[in-house]
């Protein structure tokens, strides 16, 4: 109730059925810790709601799988919150790699390095994150508890589930292409939870995609590098600086104006998507869909690293 005071909210409840039996309710956004996503997002989709869940997007791909099922059989929006899948650098990405303009994809590199570790040790939100200060809000807010990062049974895994499901929605985003085949190595550090991740990937048509991600870096530098090849081009793009190039096979390069520092994350567009579906207003900008293309990923890498094996990934 003090928190729905204090953000001029109608209701304030704390149970989900309460909440999700709310007569004039449309949709429900999913941010709960990971462990509690697939309950939370089935009992609405269920009871007919429209859903923008946060990633990643749960546990298991089984379980995101029946997830979008449900939500397809019942015609219901279903969004995968993915902020840079709204970026107009990302979208030109997509354009770009599906137009044919790069020639045939032949690679795919991707770098993504995160100040979390400390989330991962089980420190305060306060002390652990790189930009706790910028995303600080007064209470009644409850910022995340100890366990929501380093804990397996609620986070699913470390890194490869808080960054690298960016990164896997991602790459499903701009290809449309799905993972066929997972080769992955994770490092713990000596934690519960994997620091560091390296992933080989081949797409289902035939991409190479390689991905290294650790969130460890030093609080002063983060990346978030792409770039890909193709028989006609390249594409350089740096998510955390707003930037992108596109290289033609004649030499050209083409620099695209960077993104304002409002525009390189924009936390905000999920869910202003979301609302916009709801009314009819707009098309759905990030997919459900992409996040089980993560999951499915995320699966075959958890597996492939546990076994030191080649994982196919299921077609489905």
């Known amino acids: 109730e003090e928190t729905a005071r204090h953000y001029g909210v109608k209701y304030g409840l704390n149970d989900v059925d309460e909440i999700l039996a709310l007569p004039e309710l449309k949709g429900v956004v999913i941010a709960s810790t990971p462990n509690m996503h697939y309950s939370h997002a089935k009992s609405a989709l269920q009871r007919g709601l429209h859903v923008l869940i946060e990633?990643?997007?749960?546990?298991?791909?089984?379980?995101?799988?029946?997830?979008?099922?449900?939500?397809?059989?019942?015609?219901?929006?279903?969004?995968?919150?993915?902020?840079?899948?709204?970026?107009?650098?990302?979208?030109?990405?997509?354009?770009?790699?599906?137009?044919?303009?790069?020639?045939?994809?032949?690679?795919?590199?991707?770098?993504?390095?995160?100040?979390?570790?400390?989330?991962?040790?089980?420190?305060?939100?306060?002390?652990?994150?790189?930009?706790?200060?910028?995303?600080?809000?007064?209470?009644?807010?409850?910022?995340?508890?100890?366990?929501?990062?380093?804990?397996?049974?609620?986070?699913?895994?470390?890194?490869?589930?808080?960054?690298?499901?960016?990164i896997l929605a991602y790459l499903g985003f701009i290809t449309g292409s799905l993972p066929k085949e997972v080769f992955a190595r994770f490092d713990n550090d000596g934690l519960p939870v994997d620091v560091y991740n390296t992933l080989s990937i081949m797409m289902n048509d035939g991409v190479l995609v390689s991905v290294a991600t650790n969130g460890a870096t030093m609080r002063t530098e983060r990346n978030f590098e792409v770039r890909v090849y193709g028989t006609e081009g390249m594409l350089f793009q740096e998510l955390w600086k707003g930037t992108l190039e596109h290289h033609n096979v004649d030499g050209e390069v083409i620099k695209y104006p960077d993104l304002a520092e409002d525009e390189i994350y924009p936390i905000d567009a999920p869910a202003n998507n979301f609302v916009d579906l709801i009314i009819g207003k707009a098309n759905n900008g990030s997919p459900a869909s992409l996040g089980h293309v993560a999951m499915q990923a995320i699966d075959a890498a958890c597996l492939s690293a546990k076994s030191s094996k080649n994982i196919i990934v299921e077609k489905n």
């Open 55 to 166: 990633k990643p997007m749960t546990i298991t791909a089984s379980e995101s799988k029946e997830l979008l099922e449900l939500a397809n059989a019942n015609d219901l929006h279903f969004v995968i919150s993915c902020p840079w899948h709204y970026t107009r650098h990302t979208v030109e990405c997509k354009q770009l790699l599906q137009s044919g303009k790069l020639g045939k994809i032949k690679m795919i590199s991707i770098l993504m390095t995160n100040f979390s570790n400390g989330l991962y040790k089980g420190k305060e939100w306060s002390k652990a994150a790189a930009n706790a200060s910028k995303q600080h809000v007064p209470d009644p807010y409850q910022t995340p508890g100890i366990s929501s990062y380093s804990d397996p049974k609620v986070a699913g895994g470390g890194h490869i589930y808080t960054q690298s499901s960016h």
